[in-house]
DNA sequence: ATGTGTTTACTAAGGC
DNA sequence: GCCTTAGTAAACACAT
């Protein structure tokens, strides 16, 4: 297989997959989603071979995007007009391709069933939810932390009474609509989750601010265990330019990540990270080891000796 | 009208 | 052979 480098493959069909593709387009924007129109537009200024028979192909990255977990949708803010909504990566699909090999992932990112009802519906009461079990709180029940953001007002009115296939309005600028789908890229980025809600544009209430600083205390330590790394961007692991790190799971920062099976490879994502006053922090992909994705308990590919490309190896 | 998003169905390839 | 993943086509609904 040819070694990806720029203009390696002028107009023969990339050996990427759409999902890589895409993946590739939002890891190389500076908030780590695009709509639709940009990806395609990335495809497109990178790949000469999707200059043609665009209906096809784009048909089939439409289809993708709806089709795999791995795509999260984020709603324009009202303050952003246009077609569509903006495309994220999902902050627990890393890991996902095998054997450095783009045409072919090592496991479809999948939520499972109760979780992606629950993800669909409420991410963010999902987190809430998925911390109070990583907490050790009781399996049956919510944590205390999301008892405790029931218990808030401002969510009472958006997403207390929407969860589940109910049926239920659910408003589709409702925080947790908006933040819950980015938590642990928000967590990851080092940026307060009530920063980036604010910088989205939504109130931030007083009563979640300190909910979520006396759960979440880490958050900073987060920023300061990653801006400290710096890990070093080789320039032979980014074919196309494009960052291919956040692909994969990041170990370094485990101590403040939930104990669970550690990925593969520690990598990192060091694209551009937006300051508090900068654009809204996407899903950075510093993904934890998923505890969403449905495992088959096989060893890593590590383990049982397949290399990682080099376009994803760290240098 | 056009773009976007969802869903279903089918086929091919690769792994076990 | 079976299963999973990927690619493609198509139909449909909805938003701009």
Redesign the pocket.
């Known amino acids: 297989m040819p070694r990806p480098g720029k203009n390696s493959y002028s107009d023969q069909k990339p050996p990427y997959?759409?999902?890589s593709l895409t993946a590739m387009a939002i890891q190389n924007s500076t908030e780590k989603m695009l709509?639709?129109?940009d990806i395609?537009k990335f495809i497109m200024d990178r790949f000469p071979y999707y200059r043609e028979n665009t209906q096809?192909?784009q048909?089939?990255l439409?289809?993708?995007?709806?089709?795999n977990d791995c795509f999260i949708?984020i709603p324009r803010r009202p303050d952003q007009?246009?077609?569509?909504?903006f495309?994220a990566l999902h902050p627990d699909c890393g890991d996902m391709f095998e054997n450095g090999s783009f045409?072919?992932?090592r496991?479809?990112f999948?939520l499972l069933r109760t979780e992606h009802m629950a993800c669909k519906s409420s991410p963010m009461m999902h987190y809430f939810h998925h911390q109070g079990k990583m907490n050790g709180g009781h399996h049956e029940h919510p944590g205390p932390a999301a008892a405790a953001v029931e218990r808030l007002p401002h969510f009472q009115g958006y997403g207390g009474i929407n969860c589940g296939q109910s049926g239920g309005f659910k408003h589709p600028f409702a925080i947790e609509n908006i933040i819950g789908r980015d938590y642990k890229g928000v967590m990851a980025s080092g940026l307060p989750i009530t920063s980036v809600m604010h910088h989205l544009g939504y109130p931030v209430p007083a009563q979640l601010s300190s909910v979520v600083n006396s759960m979440w205390p880490h958050v900073g330590m987060l920023s300061e265990s990653m801006s400290a790394m710096q890990v070093p961007v080789s320039s032979d692991y980014a074919p196309f330019g494009v960052s291919m790190k956040g692909l994969y799971h990041h170990a370094g920062a485990g101590q403040t990540l939930p104990a669970v099976p550690v990925p593969i490879k520690p990598t990192l994502t060091m694209g551009p990270m937006p300051g508090l006053s900068g654009l809204p922090s996407g899903p950075t992909q510093l993904c934890s080891s998923s505890s969403m994705l449905e495992k088959d308990g096989s060893e890593t590919l590590e383990s049982k000796g397949n290399p990682i490309h080099p376009a994803l190896r760290l240098s």
């Open positions: 997959s759409y999902i709509p639709l129109s395609y096809r192909w048909n089939s439409r289809h993708n995007l709806s089709f949708k007009p246009g077609k569509g909504s495309w045409l072919r992932r496991k479809r999948k």
